[in-house]
Each structure stands twice: as C-alpha cells, then as structure tokens.
C-alpha cells in the first residue's frame, strides 16, 4: 500500500482482532482466484455459506485454493444443524475433514438446541477444530433477551469458541440489527458491558452496518458476512479512505474546517 500519513494501524494475518469473514455464496474456481488474488491479506474467514458447499461444483478444488492462501474456512451453520438435525454429526464431521477444513461453526438459528448441549458440542468439537459459534436466531420476529445473549455468548466463550458470531443473516435484518437494518444499540451496548469486544464476530453485510460499527468501535473491530466485492470497500472504511468514514482518523487540526455542511453540499454553483 502507498505511505499515506494518519491511517489507523491494522492488524495483520493471523490476527485475533480487526478479522473479516467473508461469504462465499457459491463462487466458481475462477472467481475465487479473482478474490485470492485481491484480497488474499484481507481475508481471515471464508465461509461457505449455508448449504452451498453440497452443492457447488469443485468445492473440495476451491477449498484448497483458500486453505494455501491462508484463510480459516468453514461451512455455515445451516449445514451443520442439517446434519445435526438428522442425527449425522459425523458425516458432517467426515465430510469437513474430507475437504481438510480445520474450523467449523456450530449454531442454533434455524432449530433448537439446548444451550447446555451446545456447549458439550463446542466444548467437544474444540478439541480437534477451531470453533466458531454463532448466537441469534434467523427467524424475524424472534427476539432473545439481552441477558440470553450475554449469558450465551459468555458460556460458549468459556466452552471454547474461537469467536462467537452475532447473528444477523446475510440480509442483515435480524439479530443484532433491527427489520429496516439499524443496529440494535442498546442490545449492542448491554452485550459489551458484558463480553470483551474482541470476541465477537459482528455480522454486517450492508454498507451502512459496517460504518457503524467502524465508526463505534475502530478500525479493528471484527466483520463477518462481507461479500467478495464487499472486500477492498470494507477496507477503505477501515482505513477512512472513504467519505463514509473519511475524518475518522485525521487529527483535529487537519480536520478543522474541512468538513461539508449540508448547506455547502447543496449550494448551487
């Protein structure tokens, strides 16, 4: 990257804050060296998202591909509460270890499973992966106390989750965030004065979520569900080479003055 004074520092691979995971939705071979290739330093955690991996072709290629370029890859928890729902956890686990995937994510956003016994399953599953577990439901409408998240998140952290994830979707409408896509703050606020930052994965697939977020809490706070043209933008606002969050990181006396008004915005030429 060209020397350009007043950018926040970054973390680098393998970092343990500042991670972005991005979804792949189903990419081709070809489109998968495209986001090697562009962002190969940018990437932390590639998931497969949902139940795409049974289906798309060349999967086990295209999990190579991402494996030698350093990403932690990973099925979604979708897949595995397919495979957990029918009693198959391990095919499920077979089949990631087919692939030579090292990390999974165990969840509960479609279906049920009682919280003691998901913290037996990351508490076994840790042993011999890196864990992901995911708290929120998919469903709009369900809403979990602050206290459930809190409590959730902590027992899970203690288990042996890597991160825990905040749900979200990829549409970005629930869990964390309200139905028009704002964030939930006081549900955000009472969950951080309880877990440390650093060990949440916030899912933020739209723009104005990822500002936010960067805006609240730096440029080093871990992002999940970007998409792979989501991946350099994402970093720009990171790094406040974007408008969005353009004066994040400039000093004061650099700044002064020099922000738009929404009168000097709109004034006629």
Not at 133 to 161: D, F, T, Y
Not at 162 to 187: D, M, T, W
Request: charged share 30%; glycine share 8%.
């Amino acid at each position: 990257m060209f020397d350009i004074s007043h950018l926040p520092e970054r973390t680098s691979r393998p970092r343990q804050n500042g991670l972005t995971m991005v979804m792949d939705k189903g990419l081709s071979l070809r489109q998968a060296e495209d986001l090697i290739e562009t962002g190969s330093d940018l990437v932390d955690f590639l998931k497969l998202g949902f139940g795409t991996s049974i289906i798309t072709p060349k999967v086990a290629e295209k999990t190579k591909l991402y494996r030698d370029a350093g990403f932690d890859v990973y099925c979604g928890g979708t897949l595995f509460e397919a495979f957990y729902v029918r009693n198959e956890v391990d095919n499920y686990l077979r089949y990631i270890d087919k692939m030579g995937i090292e990390c999974l994510e165990v969840s509960d956003g479609s279906m049920v499973i009682p919280h003691d016994e998901k913290c037996e399953l990351i508490l076994k599953l840790s042993k011999n992966y890196k864990v992901l577990s995911e708290v929120g439901s998919k469903e709009e409408g369900i809403l979990i106390s602050p206290s459930k998240w809190i409590r959730m998140m902590s027992n899970e952290l203690q288990a042996g989750s890597f991160k825990v994830i905040a749900e979200a979707r990829e549409s970005g409408n629930v869990g964390i965030y309200r139905p028009n896509g704002s964030a939930h703050v006081q549900l955000i606020k009472r969950i951080l004065a309880n877990v440390a930052l650093e060990d949440i994965l916030w899912e933020a697939p739209k723009k104005p979520q990822q500002v936010w977020f960067l805006r609240q809490f730096g440029a080093n706070v871990n992002l999940g569900n970007i998409g792979p043209n989501d991946l350099i933008p994402l970093e720009c606002l990171r790094l406040g080479l974007r408008g969005d969050t353009f004066f994040e990181h400039l000093p004061e006396e650099l700044a002064d003055g020099k922000r738009l008004s929404v009168e000097e915005v709109t004034e006629e030429d």
